[in-house]
T-cell receptor, first 113, second 112 residues
Framework: DAMVIQNPRYQVTQFGKPVTLSCSQT?????MYWYQQKSSQAPKLLFH???????NEADTPDNFQSRRPNTSFCFLDIRSPGLGDAAMYLC????????????FGPGTRLTVT | GESVGLHLPTLSVQEGDNSIINCAYS??????FIWYKQESGKGPQFIID?????DKRQGQRVTVLLNKTVKHLSLQIAATQPGDSAVYFC???????????FGTGTRLTIIP
């Protein structure tokens, strides 16, 4: 089945130690998104790629970076995780434009110790 | 700034009853609206969507109503089941924009 896959599902990292989360999709969608979601809150968009074009949200800290080496894969790099970065990180995809739903992966739960 | 918000953060409904989850949006230019269901520890799951040229759309046990006059969106779930317990988010999008703006979410609890 076509889907959005996130690995790992659970990630524990130490304060200040770089960590990379990965997302892959078999939907061949143009757009890939990264969201941060904290407990009992709505997903917060960090950035997205429309094909190879990177779109950063104005309030996304520089500590968060992303790479999209090809259509299928997208990575979230946290250069120096702080305790406040502990959250669920959700990857989503869409065909692009408006009126196209976003398909979400299961998320990666990040713990910072 | 523009935002999408929900009137009620929590809602408890008896199993078998109908539930209504409400959402207010502030951007009259929004063209597309979508409801997601998120179970604990999982990613949001698409439920139903509606374009601004419609005022009602039905799916299996779910109906979305859009009132553009008062900028209000609702999700009706018929004959609720225990599996309907989750957090429900509404989201909106502007025409030509691939980004969604999410509302704050409502936690729906089904009472057996």
């Amino acid at each position: 089945d076509a889907m959005v896959i996130q690995n790992p599902r659970y990630q524990v990292t130490q304060f200040g130690k770089p960590v990379t989360l990965s997302c892959s999709q078999t939907l061949n969608h143009n757009v890939m998104y990264w969201y941060q979601q904290k407990s009992s809150q709505a997903p917060k968009l960090l950035f997205h790629y429309y094909d190879k074009d990177f779109n950063n949200e104005a309030d996304t800290p520089d500590n968060f970076q992303s790479r999209r080496p090809n259509t299928s894969f997208c990575f979230l790099d946290i250069r120096s995780p702080g305790l406040g970065d502990a959250a669920m990180y959700l990857c989503a995809t869409s065909r692009g434009g408006t009126g196209y739903e976003q398909y979400f992966g299961p998320g990666t739960r990040l713990t910072v110790t | 700034g523009e935002s999408v918000g929900l009137h009620l953060p929590t809602l408890s409904v008896q199993e078998g009853d109908n539930s209504i989850i409400n959402c207010a949006y502030s951007n009259s230019a929004s063209d597309y609206f979508i409801w997601y269901k998120q179970e604990s520890g999982k990613g949001p799951q698409f439920i139903i969507d509606i374009r601004s040229n419609m005022d009602k759309r039905q799916g299996q046990r779910v109906t979305v109503l859009l009132n553009k006059t008062v900028k209000h969106l609702s999700l009706q779930i018929a004959a609720t089941q225990p599996g309907d317990s989750a957090v429900y988010f509404c989201a909106e999008a502007l025409f030509g924009n691939e980004k969604l703006t999410f509302g704050t979410g409502t936690r729906l609890t089904i009472i057996p």
